[in-house]
Structures are given as C-alpha cells and as structure tokens.
C-alpha cells in the first residue's frame, strides 16, 4: 500500500484522478443501497447484507495481500515476480474454495439451499474477481494509472448497471449475491480484454528472466505479501463480522435496518478517507518527531472542521429518510445515534502518520484491537439491549478504535 501511495501521489500527482475514481464507486454504492432499501422487503435484505459478509470474509482468506506485493515489484521492474504471483494467488483461492464447500454442505444438510447456493456460488465469483483484480496491482507498479482507473471504475459500475435492473424481478438473496460479484467480474473482465492487459503482461515477463538476486527479491515479496494478507483478513473481519453478529442475535430485518442506519454515515466517513494517500505523502516528508509535534494539533482542527458535517447530518437526516427510505422510518434515531461515528473520520490524519513513520505492530495492534472491540460492544449491545445496543456498540468501537490509532500515533 505504501507503494502504490507514493507511486499515485508523490511521483505522478494523480490526486484528482483517483479521488475520481473512488467517489465514483462510494456513489454506485450508495444508489444501489437505495434501490435495495425501496425494492426489496426487509428480511431478504438483511440475508443478503448475511450473505455478502460472510462470502467477504471467506474470500479474503486468500492471499489478498499479494497485490501489495505485486505493485511493490513492479515498481523496482522486478517483473520475474508477476509469474510467482498469478500462480500463487490461483493456489490461495483453494483453502476458501474448501471453507465455502463446507459451509454450503452444512446449509445444504439443514435444507437452506439459499444460503447454501450464495455462500458457495458467491465465494466462486468474488475469488474470481479477485484474481482478475491482481492485473489492476500491475497496472499500479508500471506507472499505468489510467488504465487502473478503467479496471477500478468497471468494478463499481459492473453491479449498479446490472444489478439495479434485477431488482426489479428477482428477490431471491442468493441470486443478487451471485449476481453482485459476478457483474463485477464482468465489468472487470471485459476492460482487460479491452485493454490486451494479460498479452501485454506476458510481454514484460517474457523480457525478464529471474536472475539470482531477483529470485531473492521474489522470496522476500512473497512474505511481504503473507503479512500483507494476515491484515487484510483481519480488516475483512472487522468490516463484516457486525452484520454476522447482528444476523445470529437479532434476525434478518434487524439486519437490514441495522446496515440501512449506518449506511450513508459510512458513506460519508469513506469520502473523507480518500484524503489519506494525499496526508500520507505529506506525513513522509517529515521526521517522525517533526510530524508527531504537529499531529495533535491536527487532529483537534480535524475534529471541528466535522461540527459542520455533524449537524447538518442530523438535521437533514429525518427528512431524508422519510423521502427517500419510507420503509426504514424507525432507522433515523439509529442513524442519528450512528452518525457521531463521523468524528471518526479524522483518524485519517493519524493512521497516515503512522503508515508513514512506523512498523508492521502498530497496524497489528490497531486492527486486532478495532475488530475485538466491534465483536464485544455489537454482540454484548445487541445480545441485551437489541438493535439500539447494537448501534451503540458499533459506534462506541469505532470512536474507541480512532483514539487508540491517534495514541499509537503519536507514540510513533
């Protein structure tokens, strides 16, 4: 990640170009999560909302992490590293592939055969999916942003333009999980054809031979990129495991309001997030000591600049809801309450200072604790208090989680 940071942001100044591309996927998320609220009744959104977390969390066990490692090669042109890295990343998608096996078996003896269908269909899409995704990694590593951008964009669009239309006709929640990803696939698939990406990646490894300091190189990329997926399962985790736990405690329609009442503060949270690349290469020209000196600072001015947002959210957000989501009029106190998480968004400021400054165990530490706290506060919330437990715990967490990453911070 710190690679492909500095690559867009310190060498090639394509601020403007990403920041694009990003809102243009946080917008296709946000209409379908409208379509979705108005076209489909609460139950099978919220086994759907099930079902995405749980084929997310499993498809992440593969080696993710490889991309990181993919654009750290190419970036030093150690192009040997692509053949190790394709073939890898097809090898990893089997231990998924045999955790999805066993959970539809277990769905299918119990005679769920939507669960069963969507964890198992839908694992096979996603791997899929990600395994096209690597040629975005190399687009990164060369320099090729432009048609990064084009991968990027088809993987947010795919699902809106063909998923949308199906909402009309189709309620069955496996189906539109099966169809999420693979319109996803296809979108990505179809842009990699476009563009000849697997010819002209064939071309570049061809012309480099693996050598014995490259094979060296190759072994130190392929731990990197081990470490790499360890934190990416771990962030899988902490994204999903919420909707899991509601799930289990509180049922399908709980889910559904539940995902609906936090939905466009996350939203909202992920824009702002977009500004970490352009913090991170700020934060990487300053001594640790020197950006710790002023991050405090920071981080109060980011605080106050929310205010604005905050209000304004709270205001706006009952009358939103009855326009917009009339089927989720008791999800506005919920939403209210959830919307304090925006305060969180100025974690931005110290998580870029400190992938910027410090070592792997902060990250660790960050993610383990981030995860944990959203498992005990949702699911002891939840488990006592319902739905506004739930909520409670969530944003709680998430508060928690941005004073830990500021006091890790500025220890760094």
């Given at each position: 990640?710190?690679?492909?940071?500095?690559?867009?942001?310190?060498?090639?100044?394509?601020?403007?170009?990403?920041?694009?591309?990003?809102?243009?996927?946080?917008?296709?998320s946000?209409?379908?999560?409208?379509?979705?609220?108005?076209?489909?009744?609460?139950?099978?959104?919220?086994?759907?909302?099930?079902?995405?977390?749980?084929?997310?969390?499993?498809?992440?066990?593969?080696?993710?992490?490889?991309?990181?490692?993919?654009?750290?090669?190419?970036?030093?042109?150690?192009?040997?590293?692509?053949?190790?890295?394709?073939?890898y990343?097809?090898y990893?998608?089997?231990?998924?592939?045999?955790?999805?096996?066993?959970?539809?078996?277990?769905?299918?003896?119990?005679?769920?055969?939507?669960?069963?269908?969507?964890?198992?269909?839908?694992?096979?899409?996603?791997?899929?999916?990600?395994?096209?995704?690597?040629?975005?990694?190399?687009?990164?590593?060369?320099?090729?942003f432009?048609?990064?951008?084009?991968?990027?964009?088809?993987?947010?669009?795919?699902?809106?333009?063909?998923?949308?239309?199906?909402?009309?006709?189709?309620?069955?929640?496996?189906?539109?999980?099966?169809?999420?990803?693979?319109?996803?696939?296809?979108?990505?698939?179809?842009?990699?054809?476009?563009?000849?990406?697997?010819?002209?990646?064939?071309?570049?490894?061809?012309?480099?031979?693996?050598?014995?300091?490259?094979?060296?190189?190759?072994?130190?990329?392929?731990?990197?990129?081990?470490?790499?997926?360890?934190?990416?399962?771990?962030?899988?985790?902490?994204?999903?495991?919420?909707?899991?736990?509601?799930?289990?405690l509180?049922?399908?329609?709980?889910?559904?309001?539940?995902?609906?009442?936090?939905?466009?503060?996350?939203?909202?949270?992920?824009?702002?997030?977009?500004?970490?690349?352009?913090?991170?290469?700020?934060?990487?020209?300053?001594?640790?000591?020197?950006?710790?000196?002023?991050?405090?600072?920071?981080?109060?001015?980011?605080?106050?600049?929310?205010i604005?947002?905050f209000?304004?959210?709270?205001?706006?957000?009952?009358?939103?809801?009855r326009?917009?989501?009339?089927?989720?009029?008791?999800?506005?106190?919920?939403?209210?309450?959830?919307?304090?998480?925006?305060?969180?968004?100025?974690?931005?400021?110290?998580?870029?200072?400190?992938?910027?400054?410090?070592?792997?165990?902060?990250?660790?530490?960050?993610?383990?604790?981030?995860?944990?706290?959203?498992?005990?506060?949702?699911?002891?919330?939840?488990?006592?208090?319902?739905?506004?437990?739930?909520?409670?715990?969530?944003?709680?967490?998430?508060?928690?989680?941005?004073?830990?990453?500021?006091?890790?911070a500025?220890?760094?």
């Amino acid at each position: 990640m710190h690679y492909l940071v500095h690559k867009l942001y310190t060498e090639r100044g394509n601020l403007f170009s990403i920041f694009s591309t990003s809102m243009i996927g946080i917008f296709a998320s946000f209409f379908l999560m409208l379509a979705f609220a108005n076209l489909i009744d609460q139950a099978t959104l919220g086994i759907y909302q099930y079902l995405i977390a749980t084929v997310s969390i499993i498809a992440s066990i593969s080696l993710t992490g490889i991309n990181s490692a993919i654009i750290r090669a190419t970036s030093k042109r150690q192009f040997s590293f692509l053949t190790i890295a394709l073939r890898y990343a097809i090898y990893s998608a089997i231990f998924p592939l045999v955790i999805a096996l066993i959970a539809a078996s277990y769905y299918t003896f119990n005679g769920n055969f939507i669960f069963a269908g969507g964890i198992l269909f839908g694992t096979i899409a996603l791997l899929l999916l990600q395994i096209q995704l690597r040629y975005n990694a190399i687009y990164v590593g060369i320099e090729e942003f432009k048609r990064s951008n084009y991968l990027l964009k088809a993987s947010a669009l795919g699902p809106l333009l063909i998923l949308l239309p199906a909402l009309f006709f189709l309620n069955n929640p496996a189906i539109l999980v099966i169809l999420y990803f693979t319109s996803s696939l296809l979108g990505v698939s179809l842009v990699l054809f476009v563009l000849k990406t697997k010819k002209q990646i064939a071309a570049l490894t061809s012309q480099h031979q693996s050598t014995f300091d490259e094979s060296k190189n190759n072994k130190k990329n392929l731990w990197f990129s081990f470490h790499q997926s360890i934190v990416a399962v771990m962030n899988t985790a902490a994204s999903h495991l919420d909707r899991i736990i509601v799930f289990q405690l509180l049922g399908p329609a709980a889910t559904a309001i539940y995902f609906i009442s936090m939905s466009i503060p996350d939203r909202l949270r992920n824009i702002l997030k977009q500004f970490e690349p352009y913090l991170f290469s700020k934060f990487s020209k300053y001594t640790p000591e020197a950006a710790a000196s002023t991050l405090g600072l920071k981080f109060v001015l980011g605080l106050i600049a929310i205010i604005p947002f905050f209000l304004c959210y709270i205001l706006i957000a009952p009358h939103f809801f009855r326009l917009f989501l009339p089927q989720y009029i008791e999800a506005i106190p919920l939403t209210i309450m959830y919307s304090a998480t925006l305060f969180a968004s100025v974690a931005v400021i110290p998580y870029s200072k400190m992938k910027a400054h410090s070592k792997d165990a902060p990250f660790y530490i960050f993610t383990i604790l981030f995860m944990f706290l959203k498992i005990i506060f949702i699911g002891l919330g939840a488990f006592h208090f319902g739905l506004e437990g739930a909520i409670v715990g969530a944003t709680l967490a998430t508060l928690l989680s941005t004073l830990n990453v500021f006091l890790l911070a500025k220890k760094m």
